[in-house]
Nanobody, 120 residues
């Protein structure tokens, strides 16, 4: 059984940084494409960044230049380094282990989420 556990969320002020981590257990981490999603109150869950098994990355426009997704296959961990945070980044952040075909990301297993709150 594949399990994902996120950590690193918290309350920060606008302009500050946070790094989220997601540890994956129970399967071959290196074979998965990984992604970070977020869900703000009253909004649908949306993908913000993904990384393929070979390390190729993709970001939504709203986080480009501010967020960096990376993976450490030796630690079965994917990271999301977030900088220059603003109040619109406030959301629950979820990790997903899926697969990628071309530029399409197919969702797989979910973590439980970690809350990120950015105050002004």
């Amino acid at each position: 059984q594949v399990q994902l556990v996120e950590s690193g969320g918290g309350l920060v002020q606008a302009g500050e940084s946070l790094r989220l981590s997601c540890v994956v257990s129970g399967s071959s981490f290196s074979s998965y494409a990984m992604a970070w999603y977020r869900q703000a109150p009253g909004k649908q869950r949306a993908r913000v960044a993904d990384i393929s098994s070979d390390g190729s990355t993709h970001y939504v426009d709203s986080v480009k230049g501010r967020f960096t997704i990376s993976r450490d296959n030796a630690k079965n961990t994917v990271y999301l380094q977030m900088s220059s945070l603003n109040t619109e980044d406030t959301a629950v952040y979820f990790c997903n282990a899926g697969r990628m075909s071309g530029r399409y990301y197919y969702e797989g297993y979910w973590g439980q989420g970690t809350q990120v709150t950015v105050s002004s």
